[in-house]
């Protein structure tokens, strides 16, 4: 199939493709990768009037510490993120959630910024950044994970309101993160996805963060005052694990009914936060 006619724009500047936004409001969308929105453009599903590329703009791509997070530009490549060394040490769970987006090909080109605004409820990126309490910039705000996310493939953005970068969190000392998901192949959507983010102070779990994708329109936080103030132990972790199956209700698809992916979830969210828990407390 072929899109459907559209006016290409090439931005030179943030100020320039804002400007464009602006005008043409919800009948304007930015390109980034385009690993997402060109098979939508072939299939018709996205009908832009106007095309705003953004791949020559200036500064989207940089990776730096800032402030105790890593700040990853809007056009920066997957693969790009993925081999940088500041991320691997400083932010590993960002690390482990990119090397289980697509395949290799799609990460050379697809970006961070583009799979955080496109905002697919079984992307790995996401999930990463609500579990590390993230944020996004935009050209006119800084935007929590938690509240930029609302349904979907919806997000808080604004027509005319460009994502510029996002905020992962650096690894703090005693603190451990894990990923998991389920997929019938490597590099499909995932059935069902979970991350965890822990701290250990004094052999004991100071501070938990556990959220899961993919049965979800959104990324969703999971209560974890079980773990808190405790040694781990496999009990605890499958009763989070419970606690998130039960506050999920996923859609049947082609692969799993409802009741096959929350325990998924279950077992999903054990996992993770295991894993997490030993590397905390290393």
Known sequence: MKPAPFAYVRAGSVDHAVNVLREHGDEAKPLAGGQSLVPALNMRLARPSVLVDLNRVGG??????????????????????????????????????????????????????????????????????????????????????????????????????????????????????????????????????????????????????VAVNAVTQTPELVDTARLIGQAFDDEAAHEVGATAASMVDPPPNLHGSPAYRRSLVATLVARAVARAWERAAV
Not at 138 to 155: C, E, I, L, P, Y
């Open 60 to 209: 989207l791509d940089a990776i730096a510490e800032q402030n105790g997070s890593i700040a990853v530009g809007a056009l920066a490549r997957q693969s790009a993120v993925l081999r940088a060394n500041l991320v691997r040490e400083r932010c590993p769970l960002l690390t482990e959630a990119l090397g289980l987006v697509g395949h290799v090909v799609t990460r050379n080109r697809g970006t961070v910024g583009g799979s955080i605004a496109h905002a697919d409820a079984a992307a790995e990126l996401p999930l990463a950044l609500a579990a590390l309490g993230g944020s996004i910039v935009t050209s006119r705000r800084v935007v929590a994970a938690n509240d930029f996310f609302v349904a979907g493939f919806v997000t808080a953005l604004e027509p005319d309101e460009l994502l510029l970068s996002t905020r992962w969190p650096t690894c703090r000392a005693g603190e451990g993160s894990a990923f998991e998901e389920f997929t019938p192949r490597h590099g499909d959507f995932a059935l069902a996805a979970a991350a965890c983010v822990l701290r250990v102070e004094n052999g004991l779990v100071a501070e938990a963060r």
